[in-house]
C-alpha cells in the first residue's frame, strides 16, 4: 500500500506564495509519476502538474505555467509545489497522487493508483 501526505495549504491573498508538500510511503518512488490535482466547489478535478521522478521532466496546466514549479527529493520520498503570484482561481482543495511504475503519460488523472487527502487553498483577491 502506498501512502501520500499532502500539506502546505493555507489562507492567502492574490499575489502571495505556498509551497504545498506531498511525502509518499510505501511503493518505487524512483519509478512513479506523482501528480498534483486540485477541485474547486462545484467544478471537475484538474491536474495540475507532474512530475516523472525518475527522468525529473516536468509538466503543467496552462494556467500554472510559469507561476507553479514543481520539484522533488527522492531521498525524502517528497515533492513540492511552489505556488507563486497565487490568483483567487487557484484557490481549491489540491491532491496529489502516484502513478506507480508511471504507466500512464504524466498528469493523467486515470493513471494516478494512489490519492492523498486534499490540502485546501484559498485565495482571496
Known amino acids: 500500500e502506498v501512502q501520500l501526505q499532502a500539506s502546505g495549504g493555507g489562507l492567502v491573498q492574490a499575489g502571495d506564495s505556498l509551497r504545498l508538500s506531498c511525502v509518499v510511503s510505501?511503493?518505487?518512488?524512483?519509478?512513479?509519476?506523482i501528480g498534483w490535482f486540485r477541485q474547486a466547489p462545484g467544478k471537475e478535478r484538474e491536474g495540475v502538474s507532474c512530475i516523472k521522478i525518475r527522468s525529473g521532466r516536468t509538466y503543467y496546466t496552462d494556467s500554472v505555467k510559469g507561476r507553479f514549479t514543481i520539484s522533488s527529493d527522492n531521498a525524502k520520498n517528497s515533492v513540492w509545489l511552489q505556488m507563486n503570484s497565487l490568483k483567487p482561481e487557484d484557490a481549491a482543495t489540491y491532491y496529489c497522487a502516484v502513478d506507480v511504475g508511471s504507466t500512464f503519460p504524466c498528469l493523467t488523472e486515470i493513471g494516478m493508483d494512489w490519492w492523498g487527502k486534499g490540502t485546501q487553498v484559498t485565495v482571496s483577491s
Open positions: 510505501g511503493g518505487s518512488f524512483e519509478d512513479s509519476n
